[in-house]
């Protein structure tokens, strides 16, 4: 029930029947195309109509079955053109390959593939139609090779070919001219019908297909590896049945010619007076009876083609008496009485001939020829053995009818060869190949860099609707599923580390208030040069300065530990913090401490938190934002790139608020006065680079600076 609802299952089985119709169409248009020519007399094949359309629609398998089916069919109504089909699938697969190059979209291209097809069938054509000693060259005439034979230097094979090359040539520029028309006049929508994946998974985009073919495997592809499989167990299965076929079919029809020979011999001898041999042999032809026991033996002979010789011997000691030795038209029989020595193959049978016994037929290659010959012993009234009669079959027309069985045997078995690795490769590519092949490329291509691409990526692979109904399937299944819950899962975590991060910087920001709500001077200081150096960094990623260092990553560390800045304010006195007025030397030298002290603080932090770049990045700010570019700062007087960035990004942002804001030691200095302090100081106290960008944002940060003044305005009021 479930399986019918599915709408993979359904879009498979849909495809099938696309396919089987296209197939179906194609088989007719090809033996309509065949009866024609056979009830008209054309001098051509037209029989492979329907195999190039399918081919051109549908690929190579589609193709190849028409082809098959064709000839399997047209073999019934005419003997030989079983044995053709291979001509008909070597069609289908140059047309398939051509179509899949785009050769069938424009004419002269179309034309071009012509001479290729012809050169391809043609030559195996002819090959095939010589070993069968076929005259109807597969169903075509055979007159024009026998004008080549009559007027020109062309003879046999030669003759064959050549008539065989002009006739395809003819035959194939109609089919391909028809083909051409046909894929013009088709709506690309009736073409995508018999296209794509054969339903066994949604089609593909070119996007995929063209990510498909640039995957690149480290040494050989499956693909590679399942075709040299099915050619190298096809080969062997091939050859084996070659060898087992050809063995028994040689050993039945020399048994059968063994039978035929015996049964002429016996008839010879039937037809033979023994009491009269020795008659025969003194006076030949005036002996009484022996020109018609003669005529007779010539139409014993003269009933089948296969056999070469009939004569009948008388055999003795001194050789092989001739009693009846019938003419040829190759040779002329020897006389009665005259003696003929004995063949070498004979002499071990010496003793049973010269017996009267009867003996194994005998297979020589001597003086007459490569000869199966078979004696039967004739006996007289008495029951004595007076001679043998001697059929000889000409092993040359086994050797004959050999090649044609095997012609016959090799273009069936190639035939079936290249039906079982076009199922197989087919069966591969869309069962195993291409679904393994786009879940690779989907999982290859999976974008994490959004939660929308998420989404895409997931429901990507939920749209591929691979249905092979077999293991494949299932790791399919497997793999959607895993993917989706593994994204949830990413998804929740996100969520967490999300929410996690929300309560850090608010913990860090709360921190940071209780060590600045023990300063009653700096009054949101930690916020605004936080917010301060948001600016610097965007300014400075934008202008291109340290973009080396200026990573999305080391931005939002500095951003995150900002606030921490102060951090070592937590062990200066609220005396000293305090103070309304100019701090001592040893007081100063106290306050100057809190750089070092928030270092320590912030290292026993990360030895708690490894692998925490906000808190590195935090420990830099606290001991090094009052270095300066010229080295004139503390803790440590060091100058210009040895300070890290994040610290010299922060004394920026940590002056000009400083200068800005109220103190209880001084006034605020104007907006327009802090900054030409800033730009007066750089290359002195600041980097001039950080200096240039933050001079760069005027505008944000003097849109920070009244935001504050404007918010403590209202808290003072309130």
Not at 358 to 381: A, C, F, H, N, Q
Request: charged fraction near 20%; glycine fraction near 6%; charge should be negative.
């Amino acid at each position: 029930m479930t399986e019918t609802k599915n709408p993979s299952s359904i879009r498979s089985r849909i495809g099938l029947m696309r396919i089987s119709a296209l197939c179906l169409l194609g088989i007719l248009l090809n033996l309509g195309g065949f009866g024609i020519t056979r009830v008209f007399d054309i001098p051509m094949f037209f029989d492979t109509l329907g195999t190039a359309i399918v081919a051109a629609l549908a690929g190579y398998l589609p193709g190849i079955v028409v082809g098959f089916c064709t000839n399997l069919i047209k073999g019934i109504l005419v003997s030989p053109e079983r044995y053709y089909s291979l001509l008909n699938m070597l069609t289908a697969v140059c047309v398939a390959y051509f179509s899949s190059k785009g050769f069938y979209k424009k004419p002269l291209k179309a034309l071009v593939t012509v001479p290729v097809i012809v050169i391809i069938t043609a030559v195996p054509g002819a090959v095939l139609a010589w070993f069968l000693n076929d005259s109807a060259i597969g169903g075509v005439g055979k007159r024009l090779a026998d004008f080549l034979s009559e007027k020109t230097a062309l003879k046999g094979f030669g003759a064959l070919l050549t008539a065989d090359f002009i006739t395809e040539l003819a035959d194939k520029a109609l089919v391909i001219i028809i083909l051409f028309i046909v894929l013009k006049l088709l709506p690309q929508h009736i073409k995508e019908l018999f296209t794509g994946t054969s339903g066994w998974q949604a089609p593909l985009t070119e996007e995929m297909k063209d990510g498909i073919k640039k995957s690149k495997c480290r040494s050989v592809s499956l693909r590679t590896k399942i075709l040299l499989i099915l050619i190298i167990a096809s080969l062997f299965i091939a050859g084996t049945a070659t060898v087992i076929s050809y063995m028994l079919f040689k050993n039945s029809t020399i048994n059968e010619h063994i039978k035929m020979a015996n049964g002429i011999a016996e008839l010879a001898g039937a037809s033979i007076d023994a009491d009269r041999v020795d008659e025969y042999i003194e006076k030949g032809e005036a002996a009484q009876g022996y020109i018609d026991t003669e005529n007779m033996l010539y139409r014993l002979r003269d009933s089948s083609p296969d056999v070469q010789y009939v004569y009948v011997y008388k055999i003795m000691e001194d050789g092989c008496h001739v009693v009846f030795d019938l003419d040829t038209d190759e040779l002329e029989g020897s006389s009665p009485g005259d003696i003929i020595g004995f063949d070498e193959a004979f002499e071990p049978y010496l003793p049973a001939l010269l017996a009267g016994d009867t003996i194994e037929p005998i297979i020589s290659d001597e003086s007459y020829g490569w000869l199966l010959t078979v004696y039967t012993p004739v006996y007289d009234s008495t029951g004595e053995c007076r001679c043998y009669a001697a059929v000889d079959i000409s092993m040359n027309l086994l050797s004959a009818y050999s090649y044609s069985f095997i012609a016959k045997l090799i273009s069936l078995l190639l035939g079936f060869f290249i039906l079982v690795l076009a199922i197989g490769l087919w069966v591969v590519n869309y069962n195993v190949i291409l679904p393994v092949n786009t879940m690779a490329y989907c999982a290859g291509a999976f974008a994490y860099n959004s939660e929308e691409a998420i989404e895409d990526n997931v429901e990507r692979i939920k749209q591929l609707g691979i249905c092979t109904g077999d293991e494949i399937e299932n790791l399919y299944l497997a793999f959607a599923k895993t993917t989706e819950d593994s994204m949830q899962y990413v998804a929740d975590i996100q969520n967490k580390t999300e929410t996690i991060s929300q309560m850090q910087n608010g913990l860090i920001m709360v921190l940071a208030d209780m060590v600045e709500s023990r300063d009653k001077c700096t009054g949101d200081h930690v916020r605004k040069t936080a917010a301060y150096v948001e600016i610097i960094t965007d300014e400075m990623q934008k202008k291109g300065f340290y973009a080396d260092q200026l990573t999305d990553e080391f931005v939002q560390n500095v951003k995150n530990a900002a606030p921490l800045h102060d951090i070592g304010k937590i062990h200066v006195s609220d005396v000293i913090l305090n103070k309304p007025g100019k701090l001592t030397d040893e007081e100063f030298e106290i306050m100057k401490s809190h750089t070092t002290l928030g270092s320590e603080i912030i290292s026993r932090a990360i030895d708690m938190v490894p692998d925490s770049g906000y808190l590195e990045e935090a420990k830099n700010l606290s001991e090094y934002h009052h270095e300066k570019w010229n080295g004139k700062g503390y803790p440590h007087g060091i100058s210009g790139e040895d300070i890290p960035l994040s610290a010299r990004i922060m004394a920026v942002a940590d002056v000009f608020d400083a200068l800005v804001s109220r103190r209880s030691y001084k006034k605020p200095f104007p907006f327009e006065k802090a900054m030409s302090i800033i730009r007066e100081d750089a290359g002195t106290h600041f980097d001039p680079l950080v200096a240039e960008a933050f001079l760069g944002a005027e505008d944000r940060v003097r849109q920070v600076a009244e935001d504050f003044e404007h918010m403590n305005t209202n808290t003072f009021t309130n």
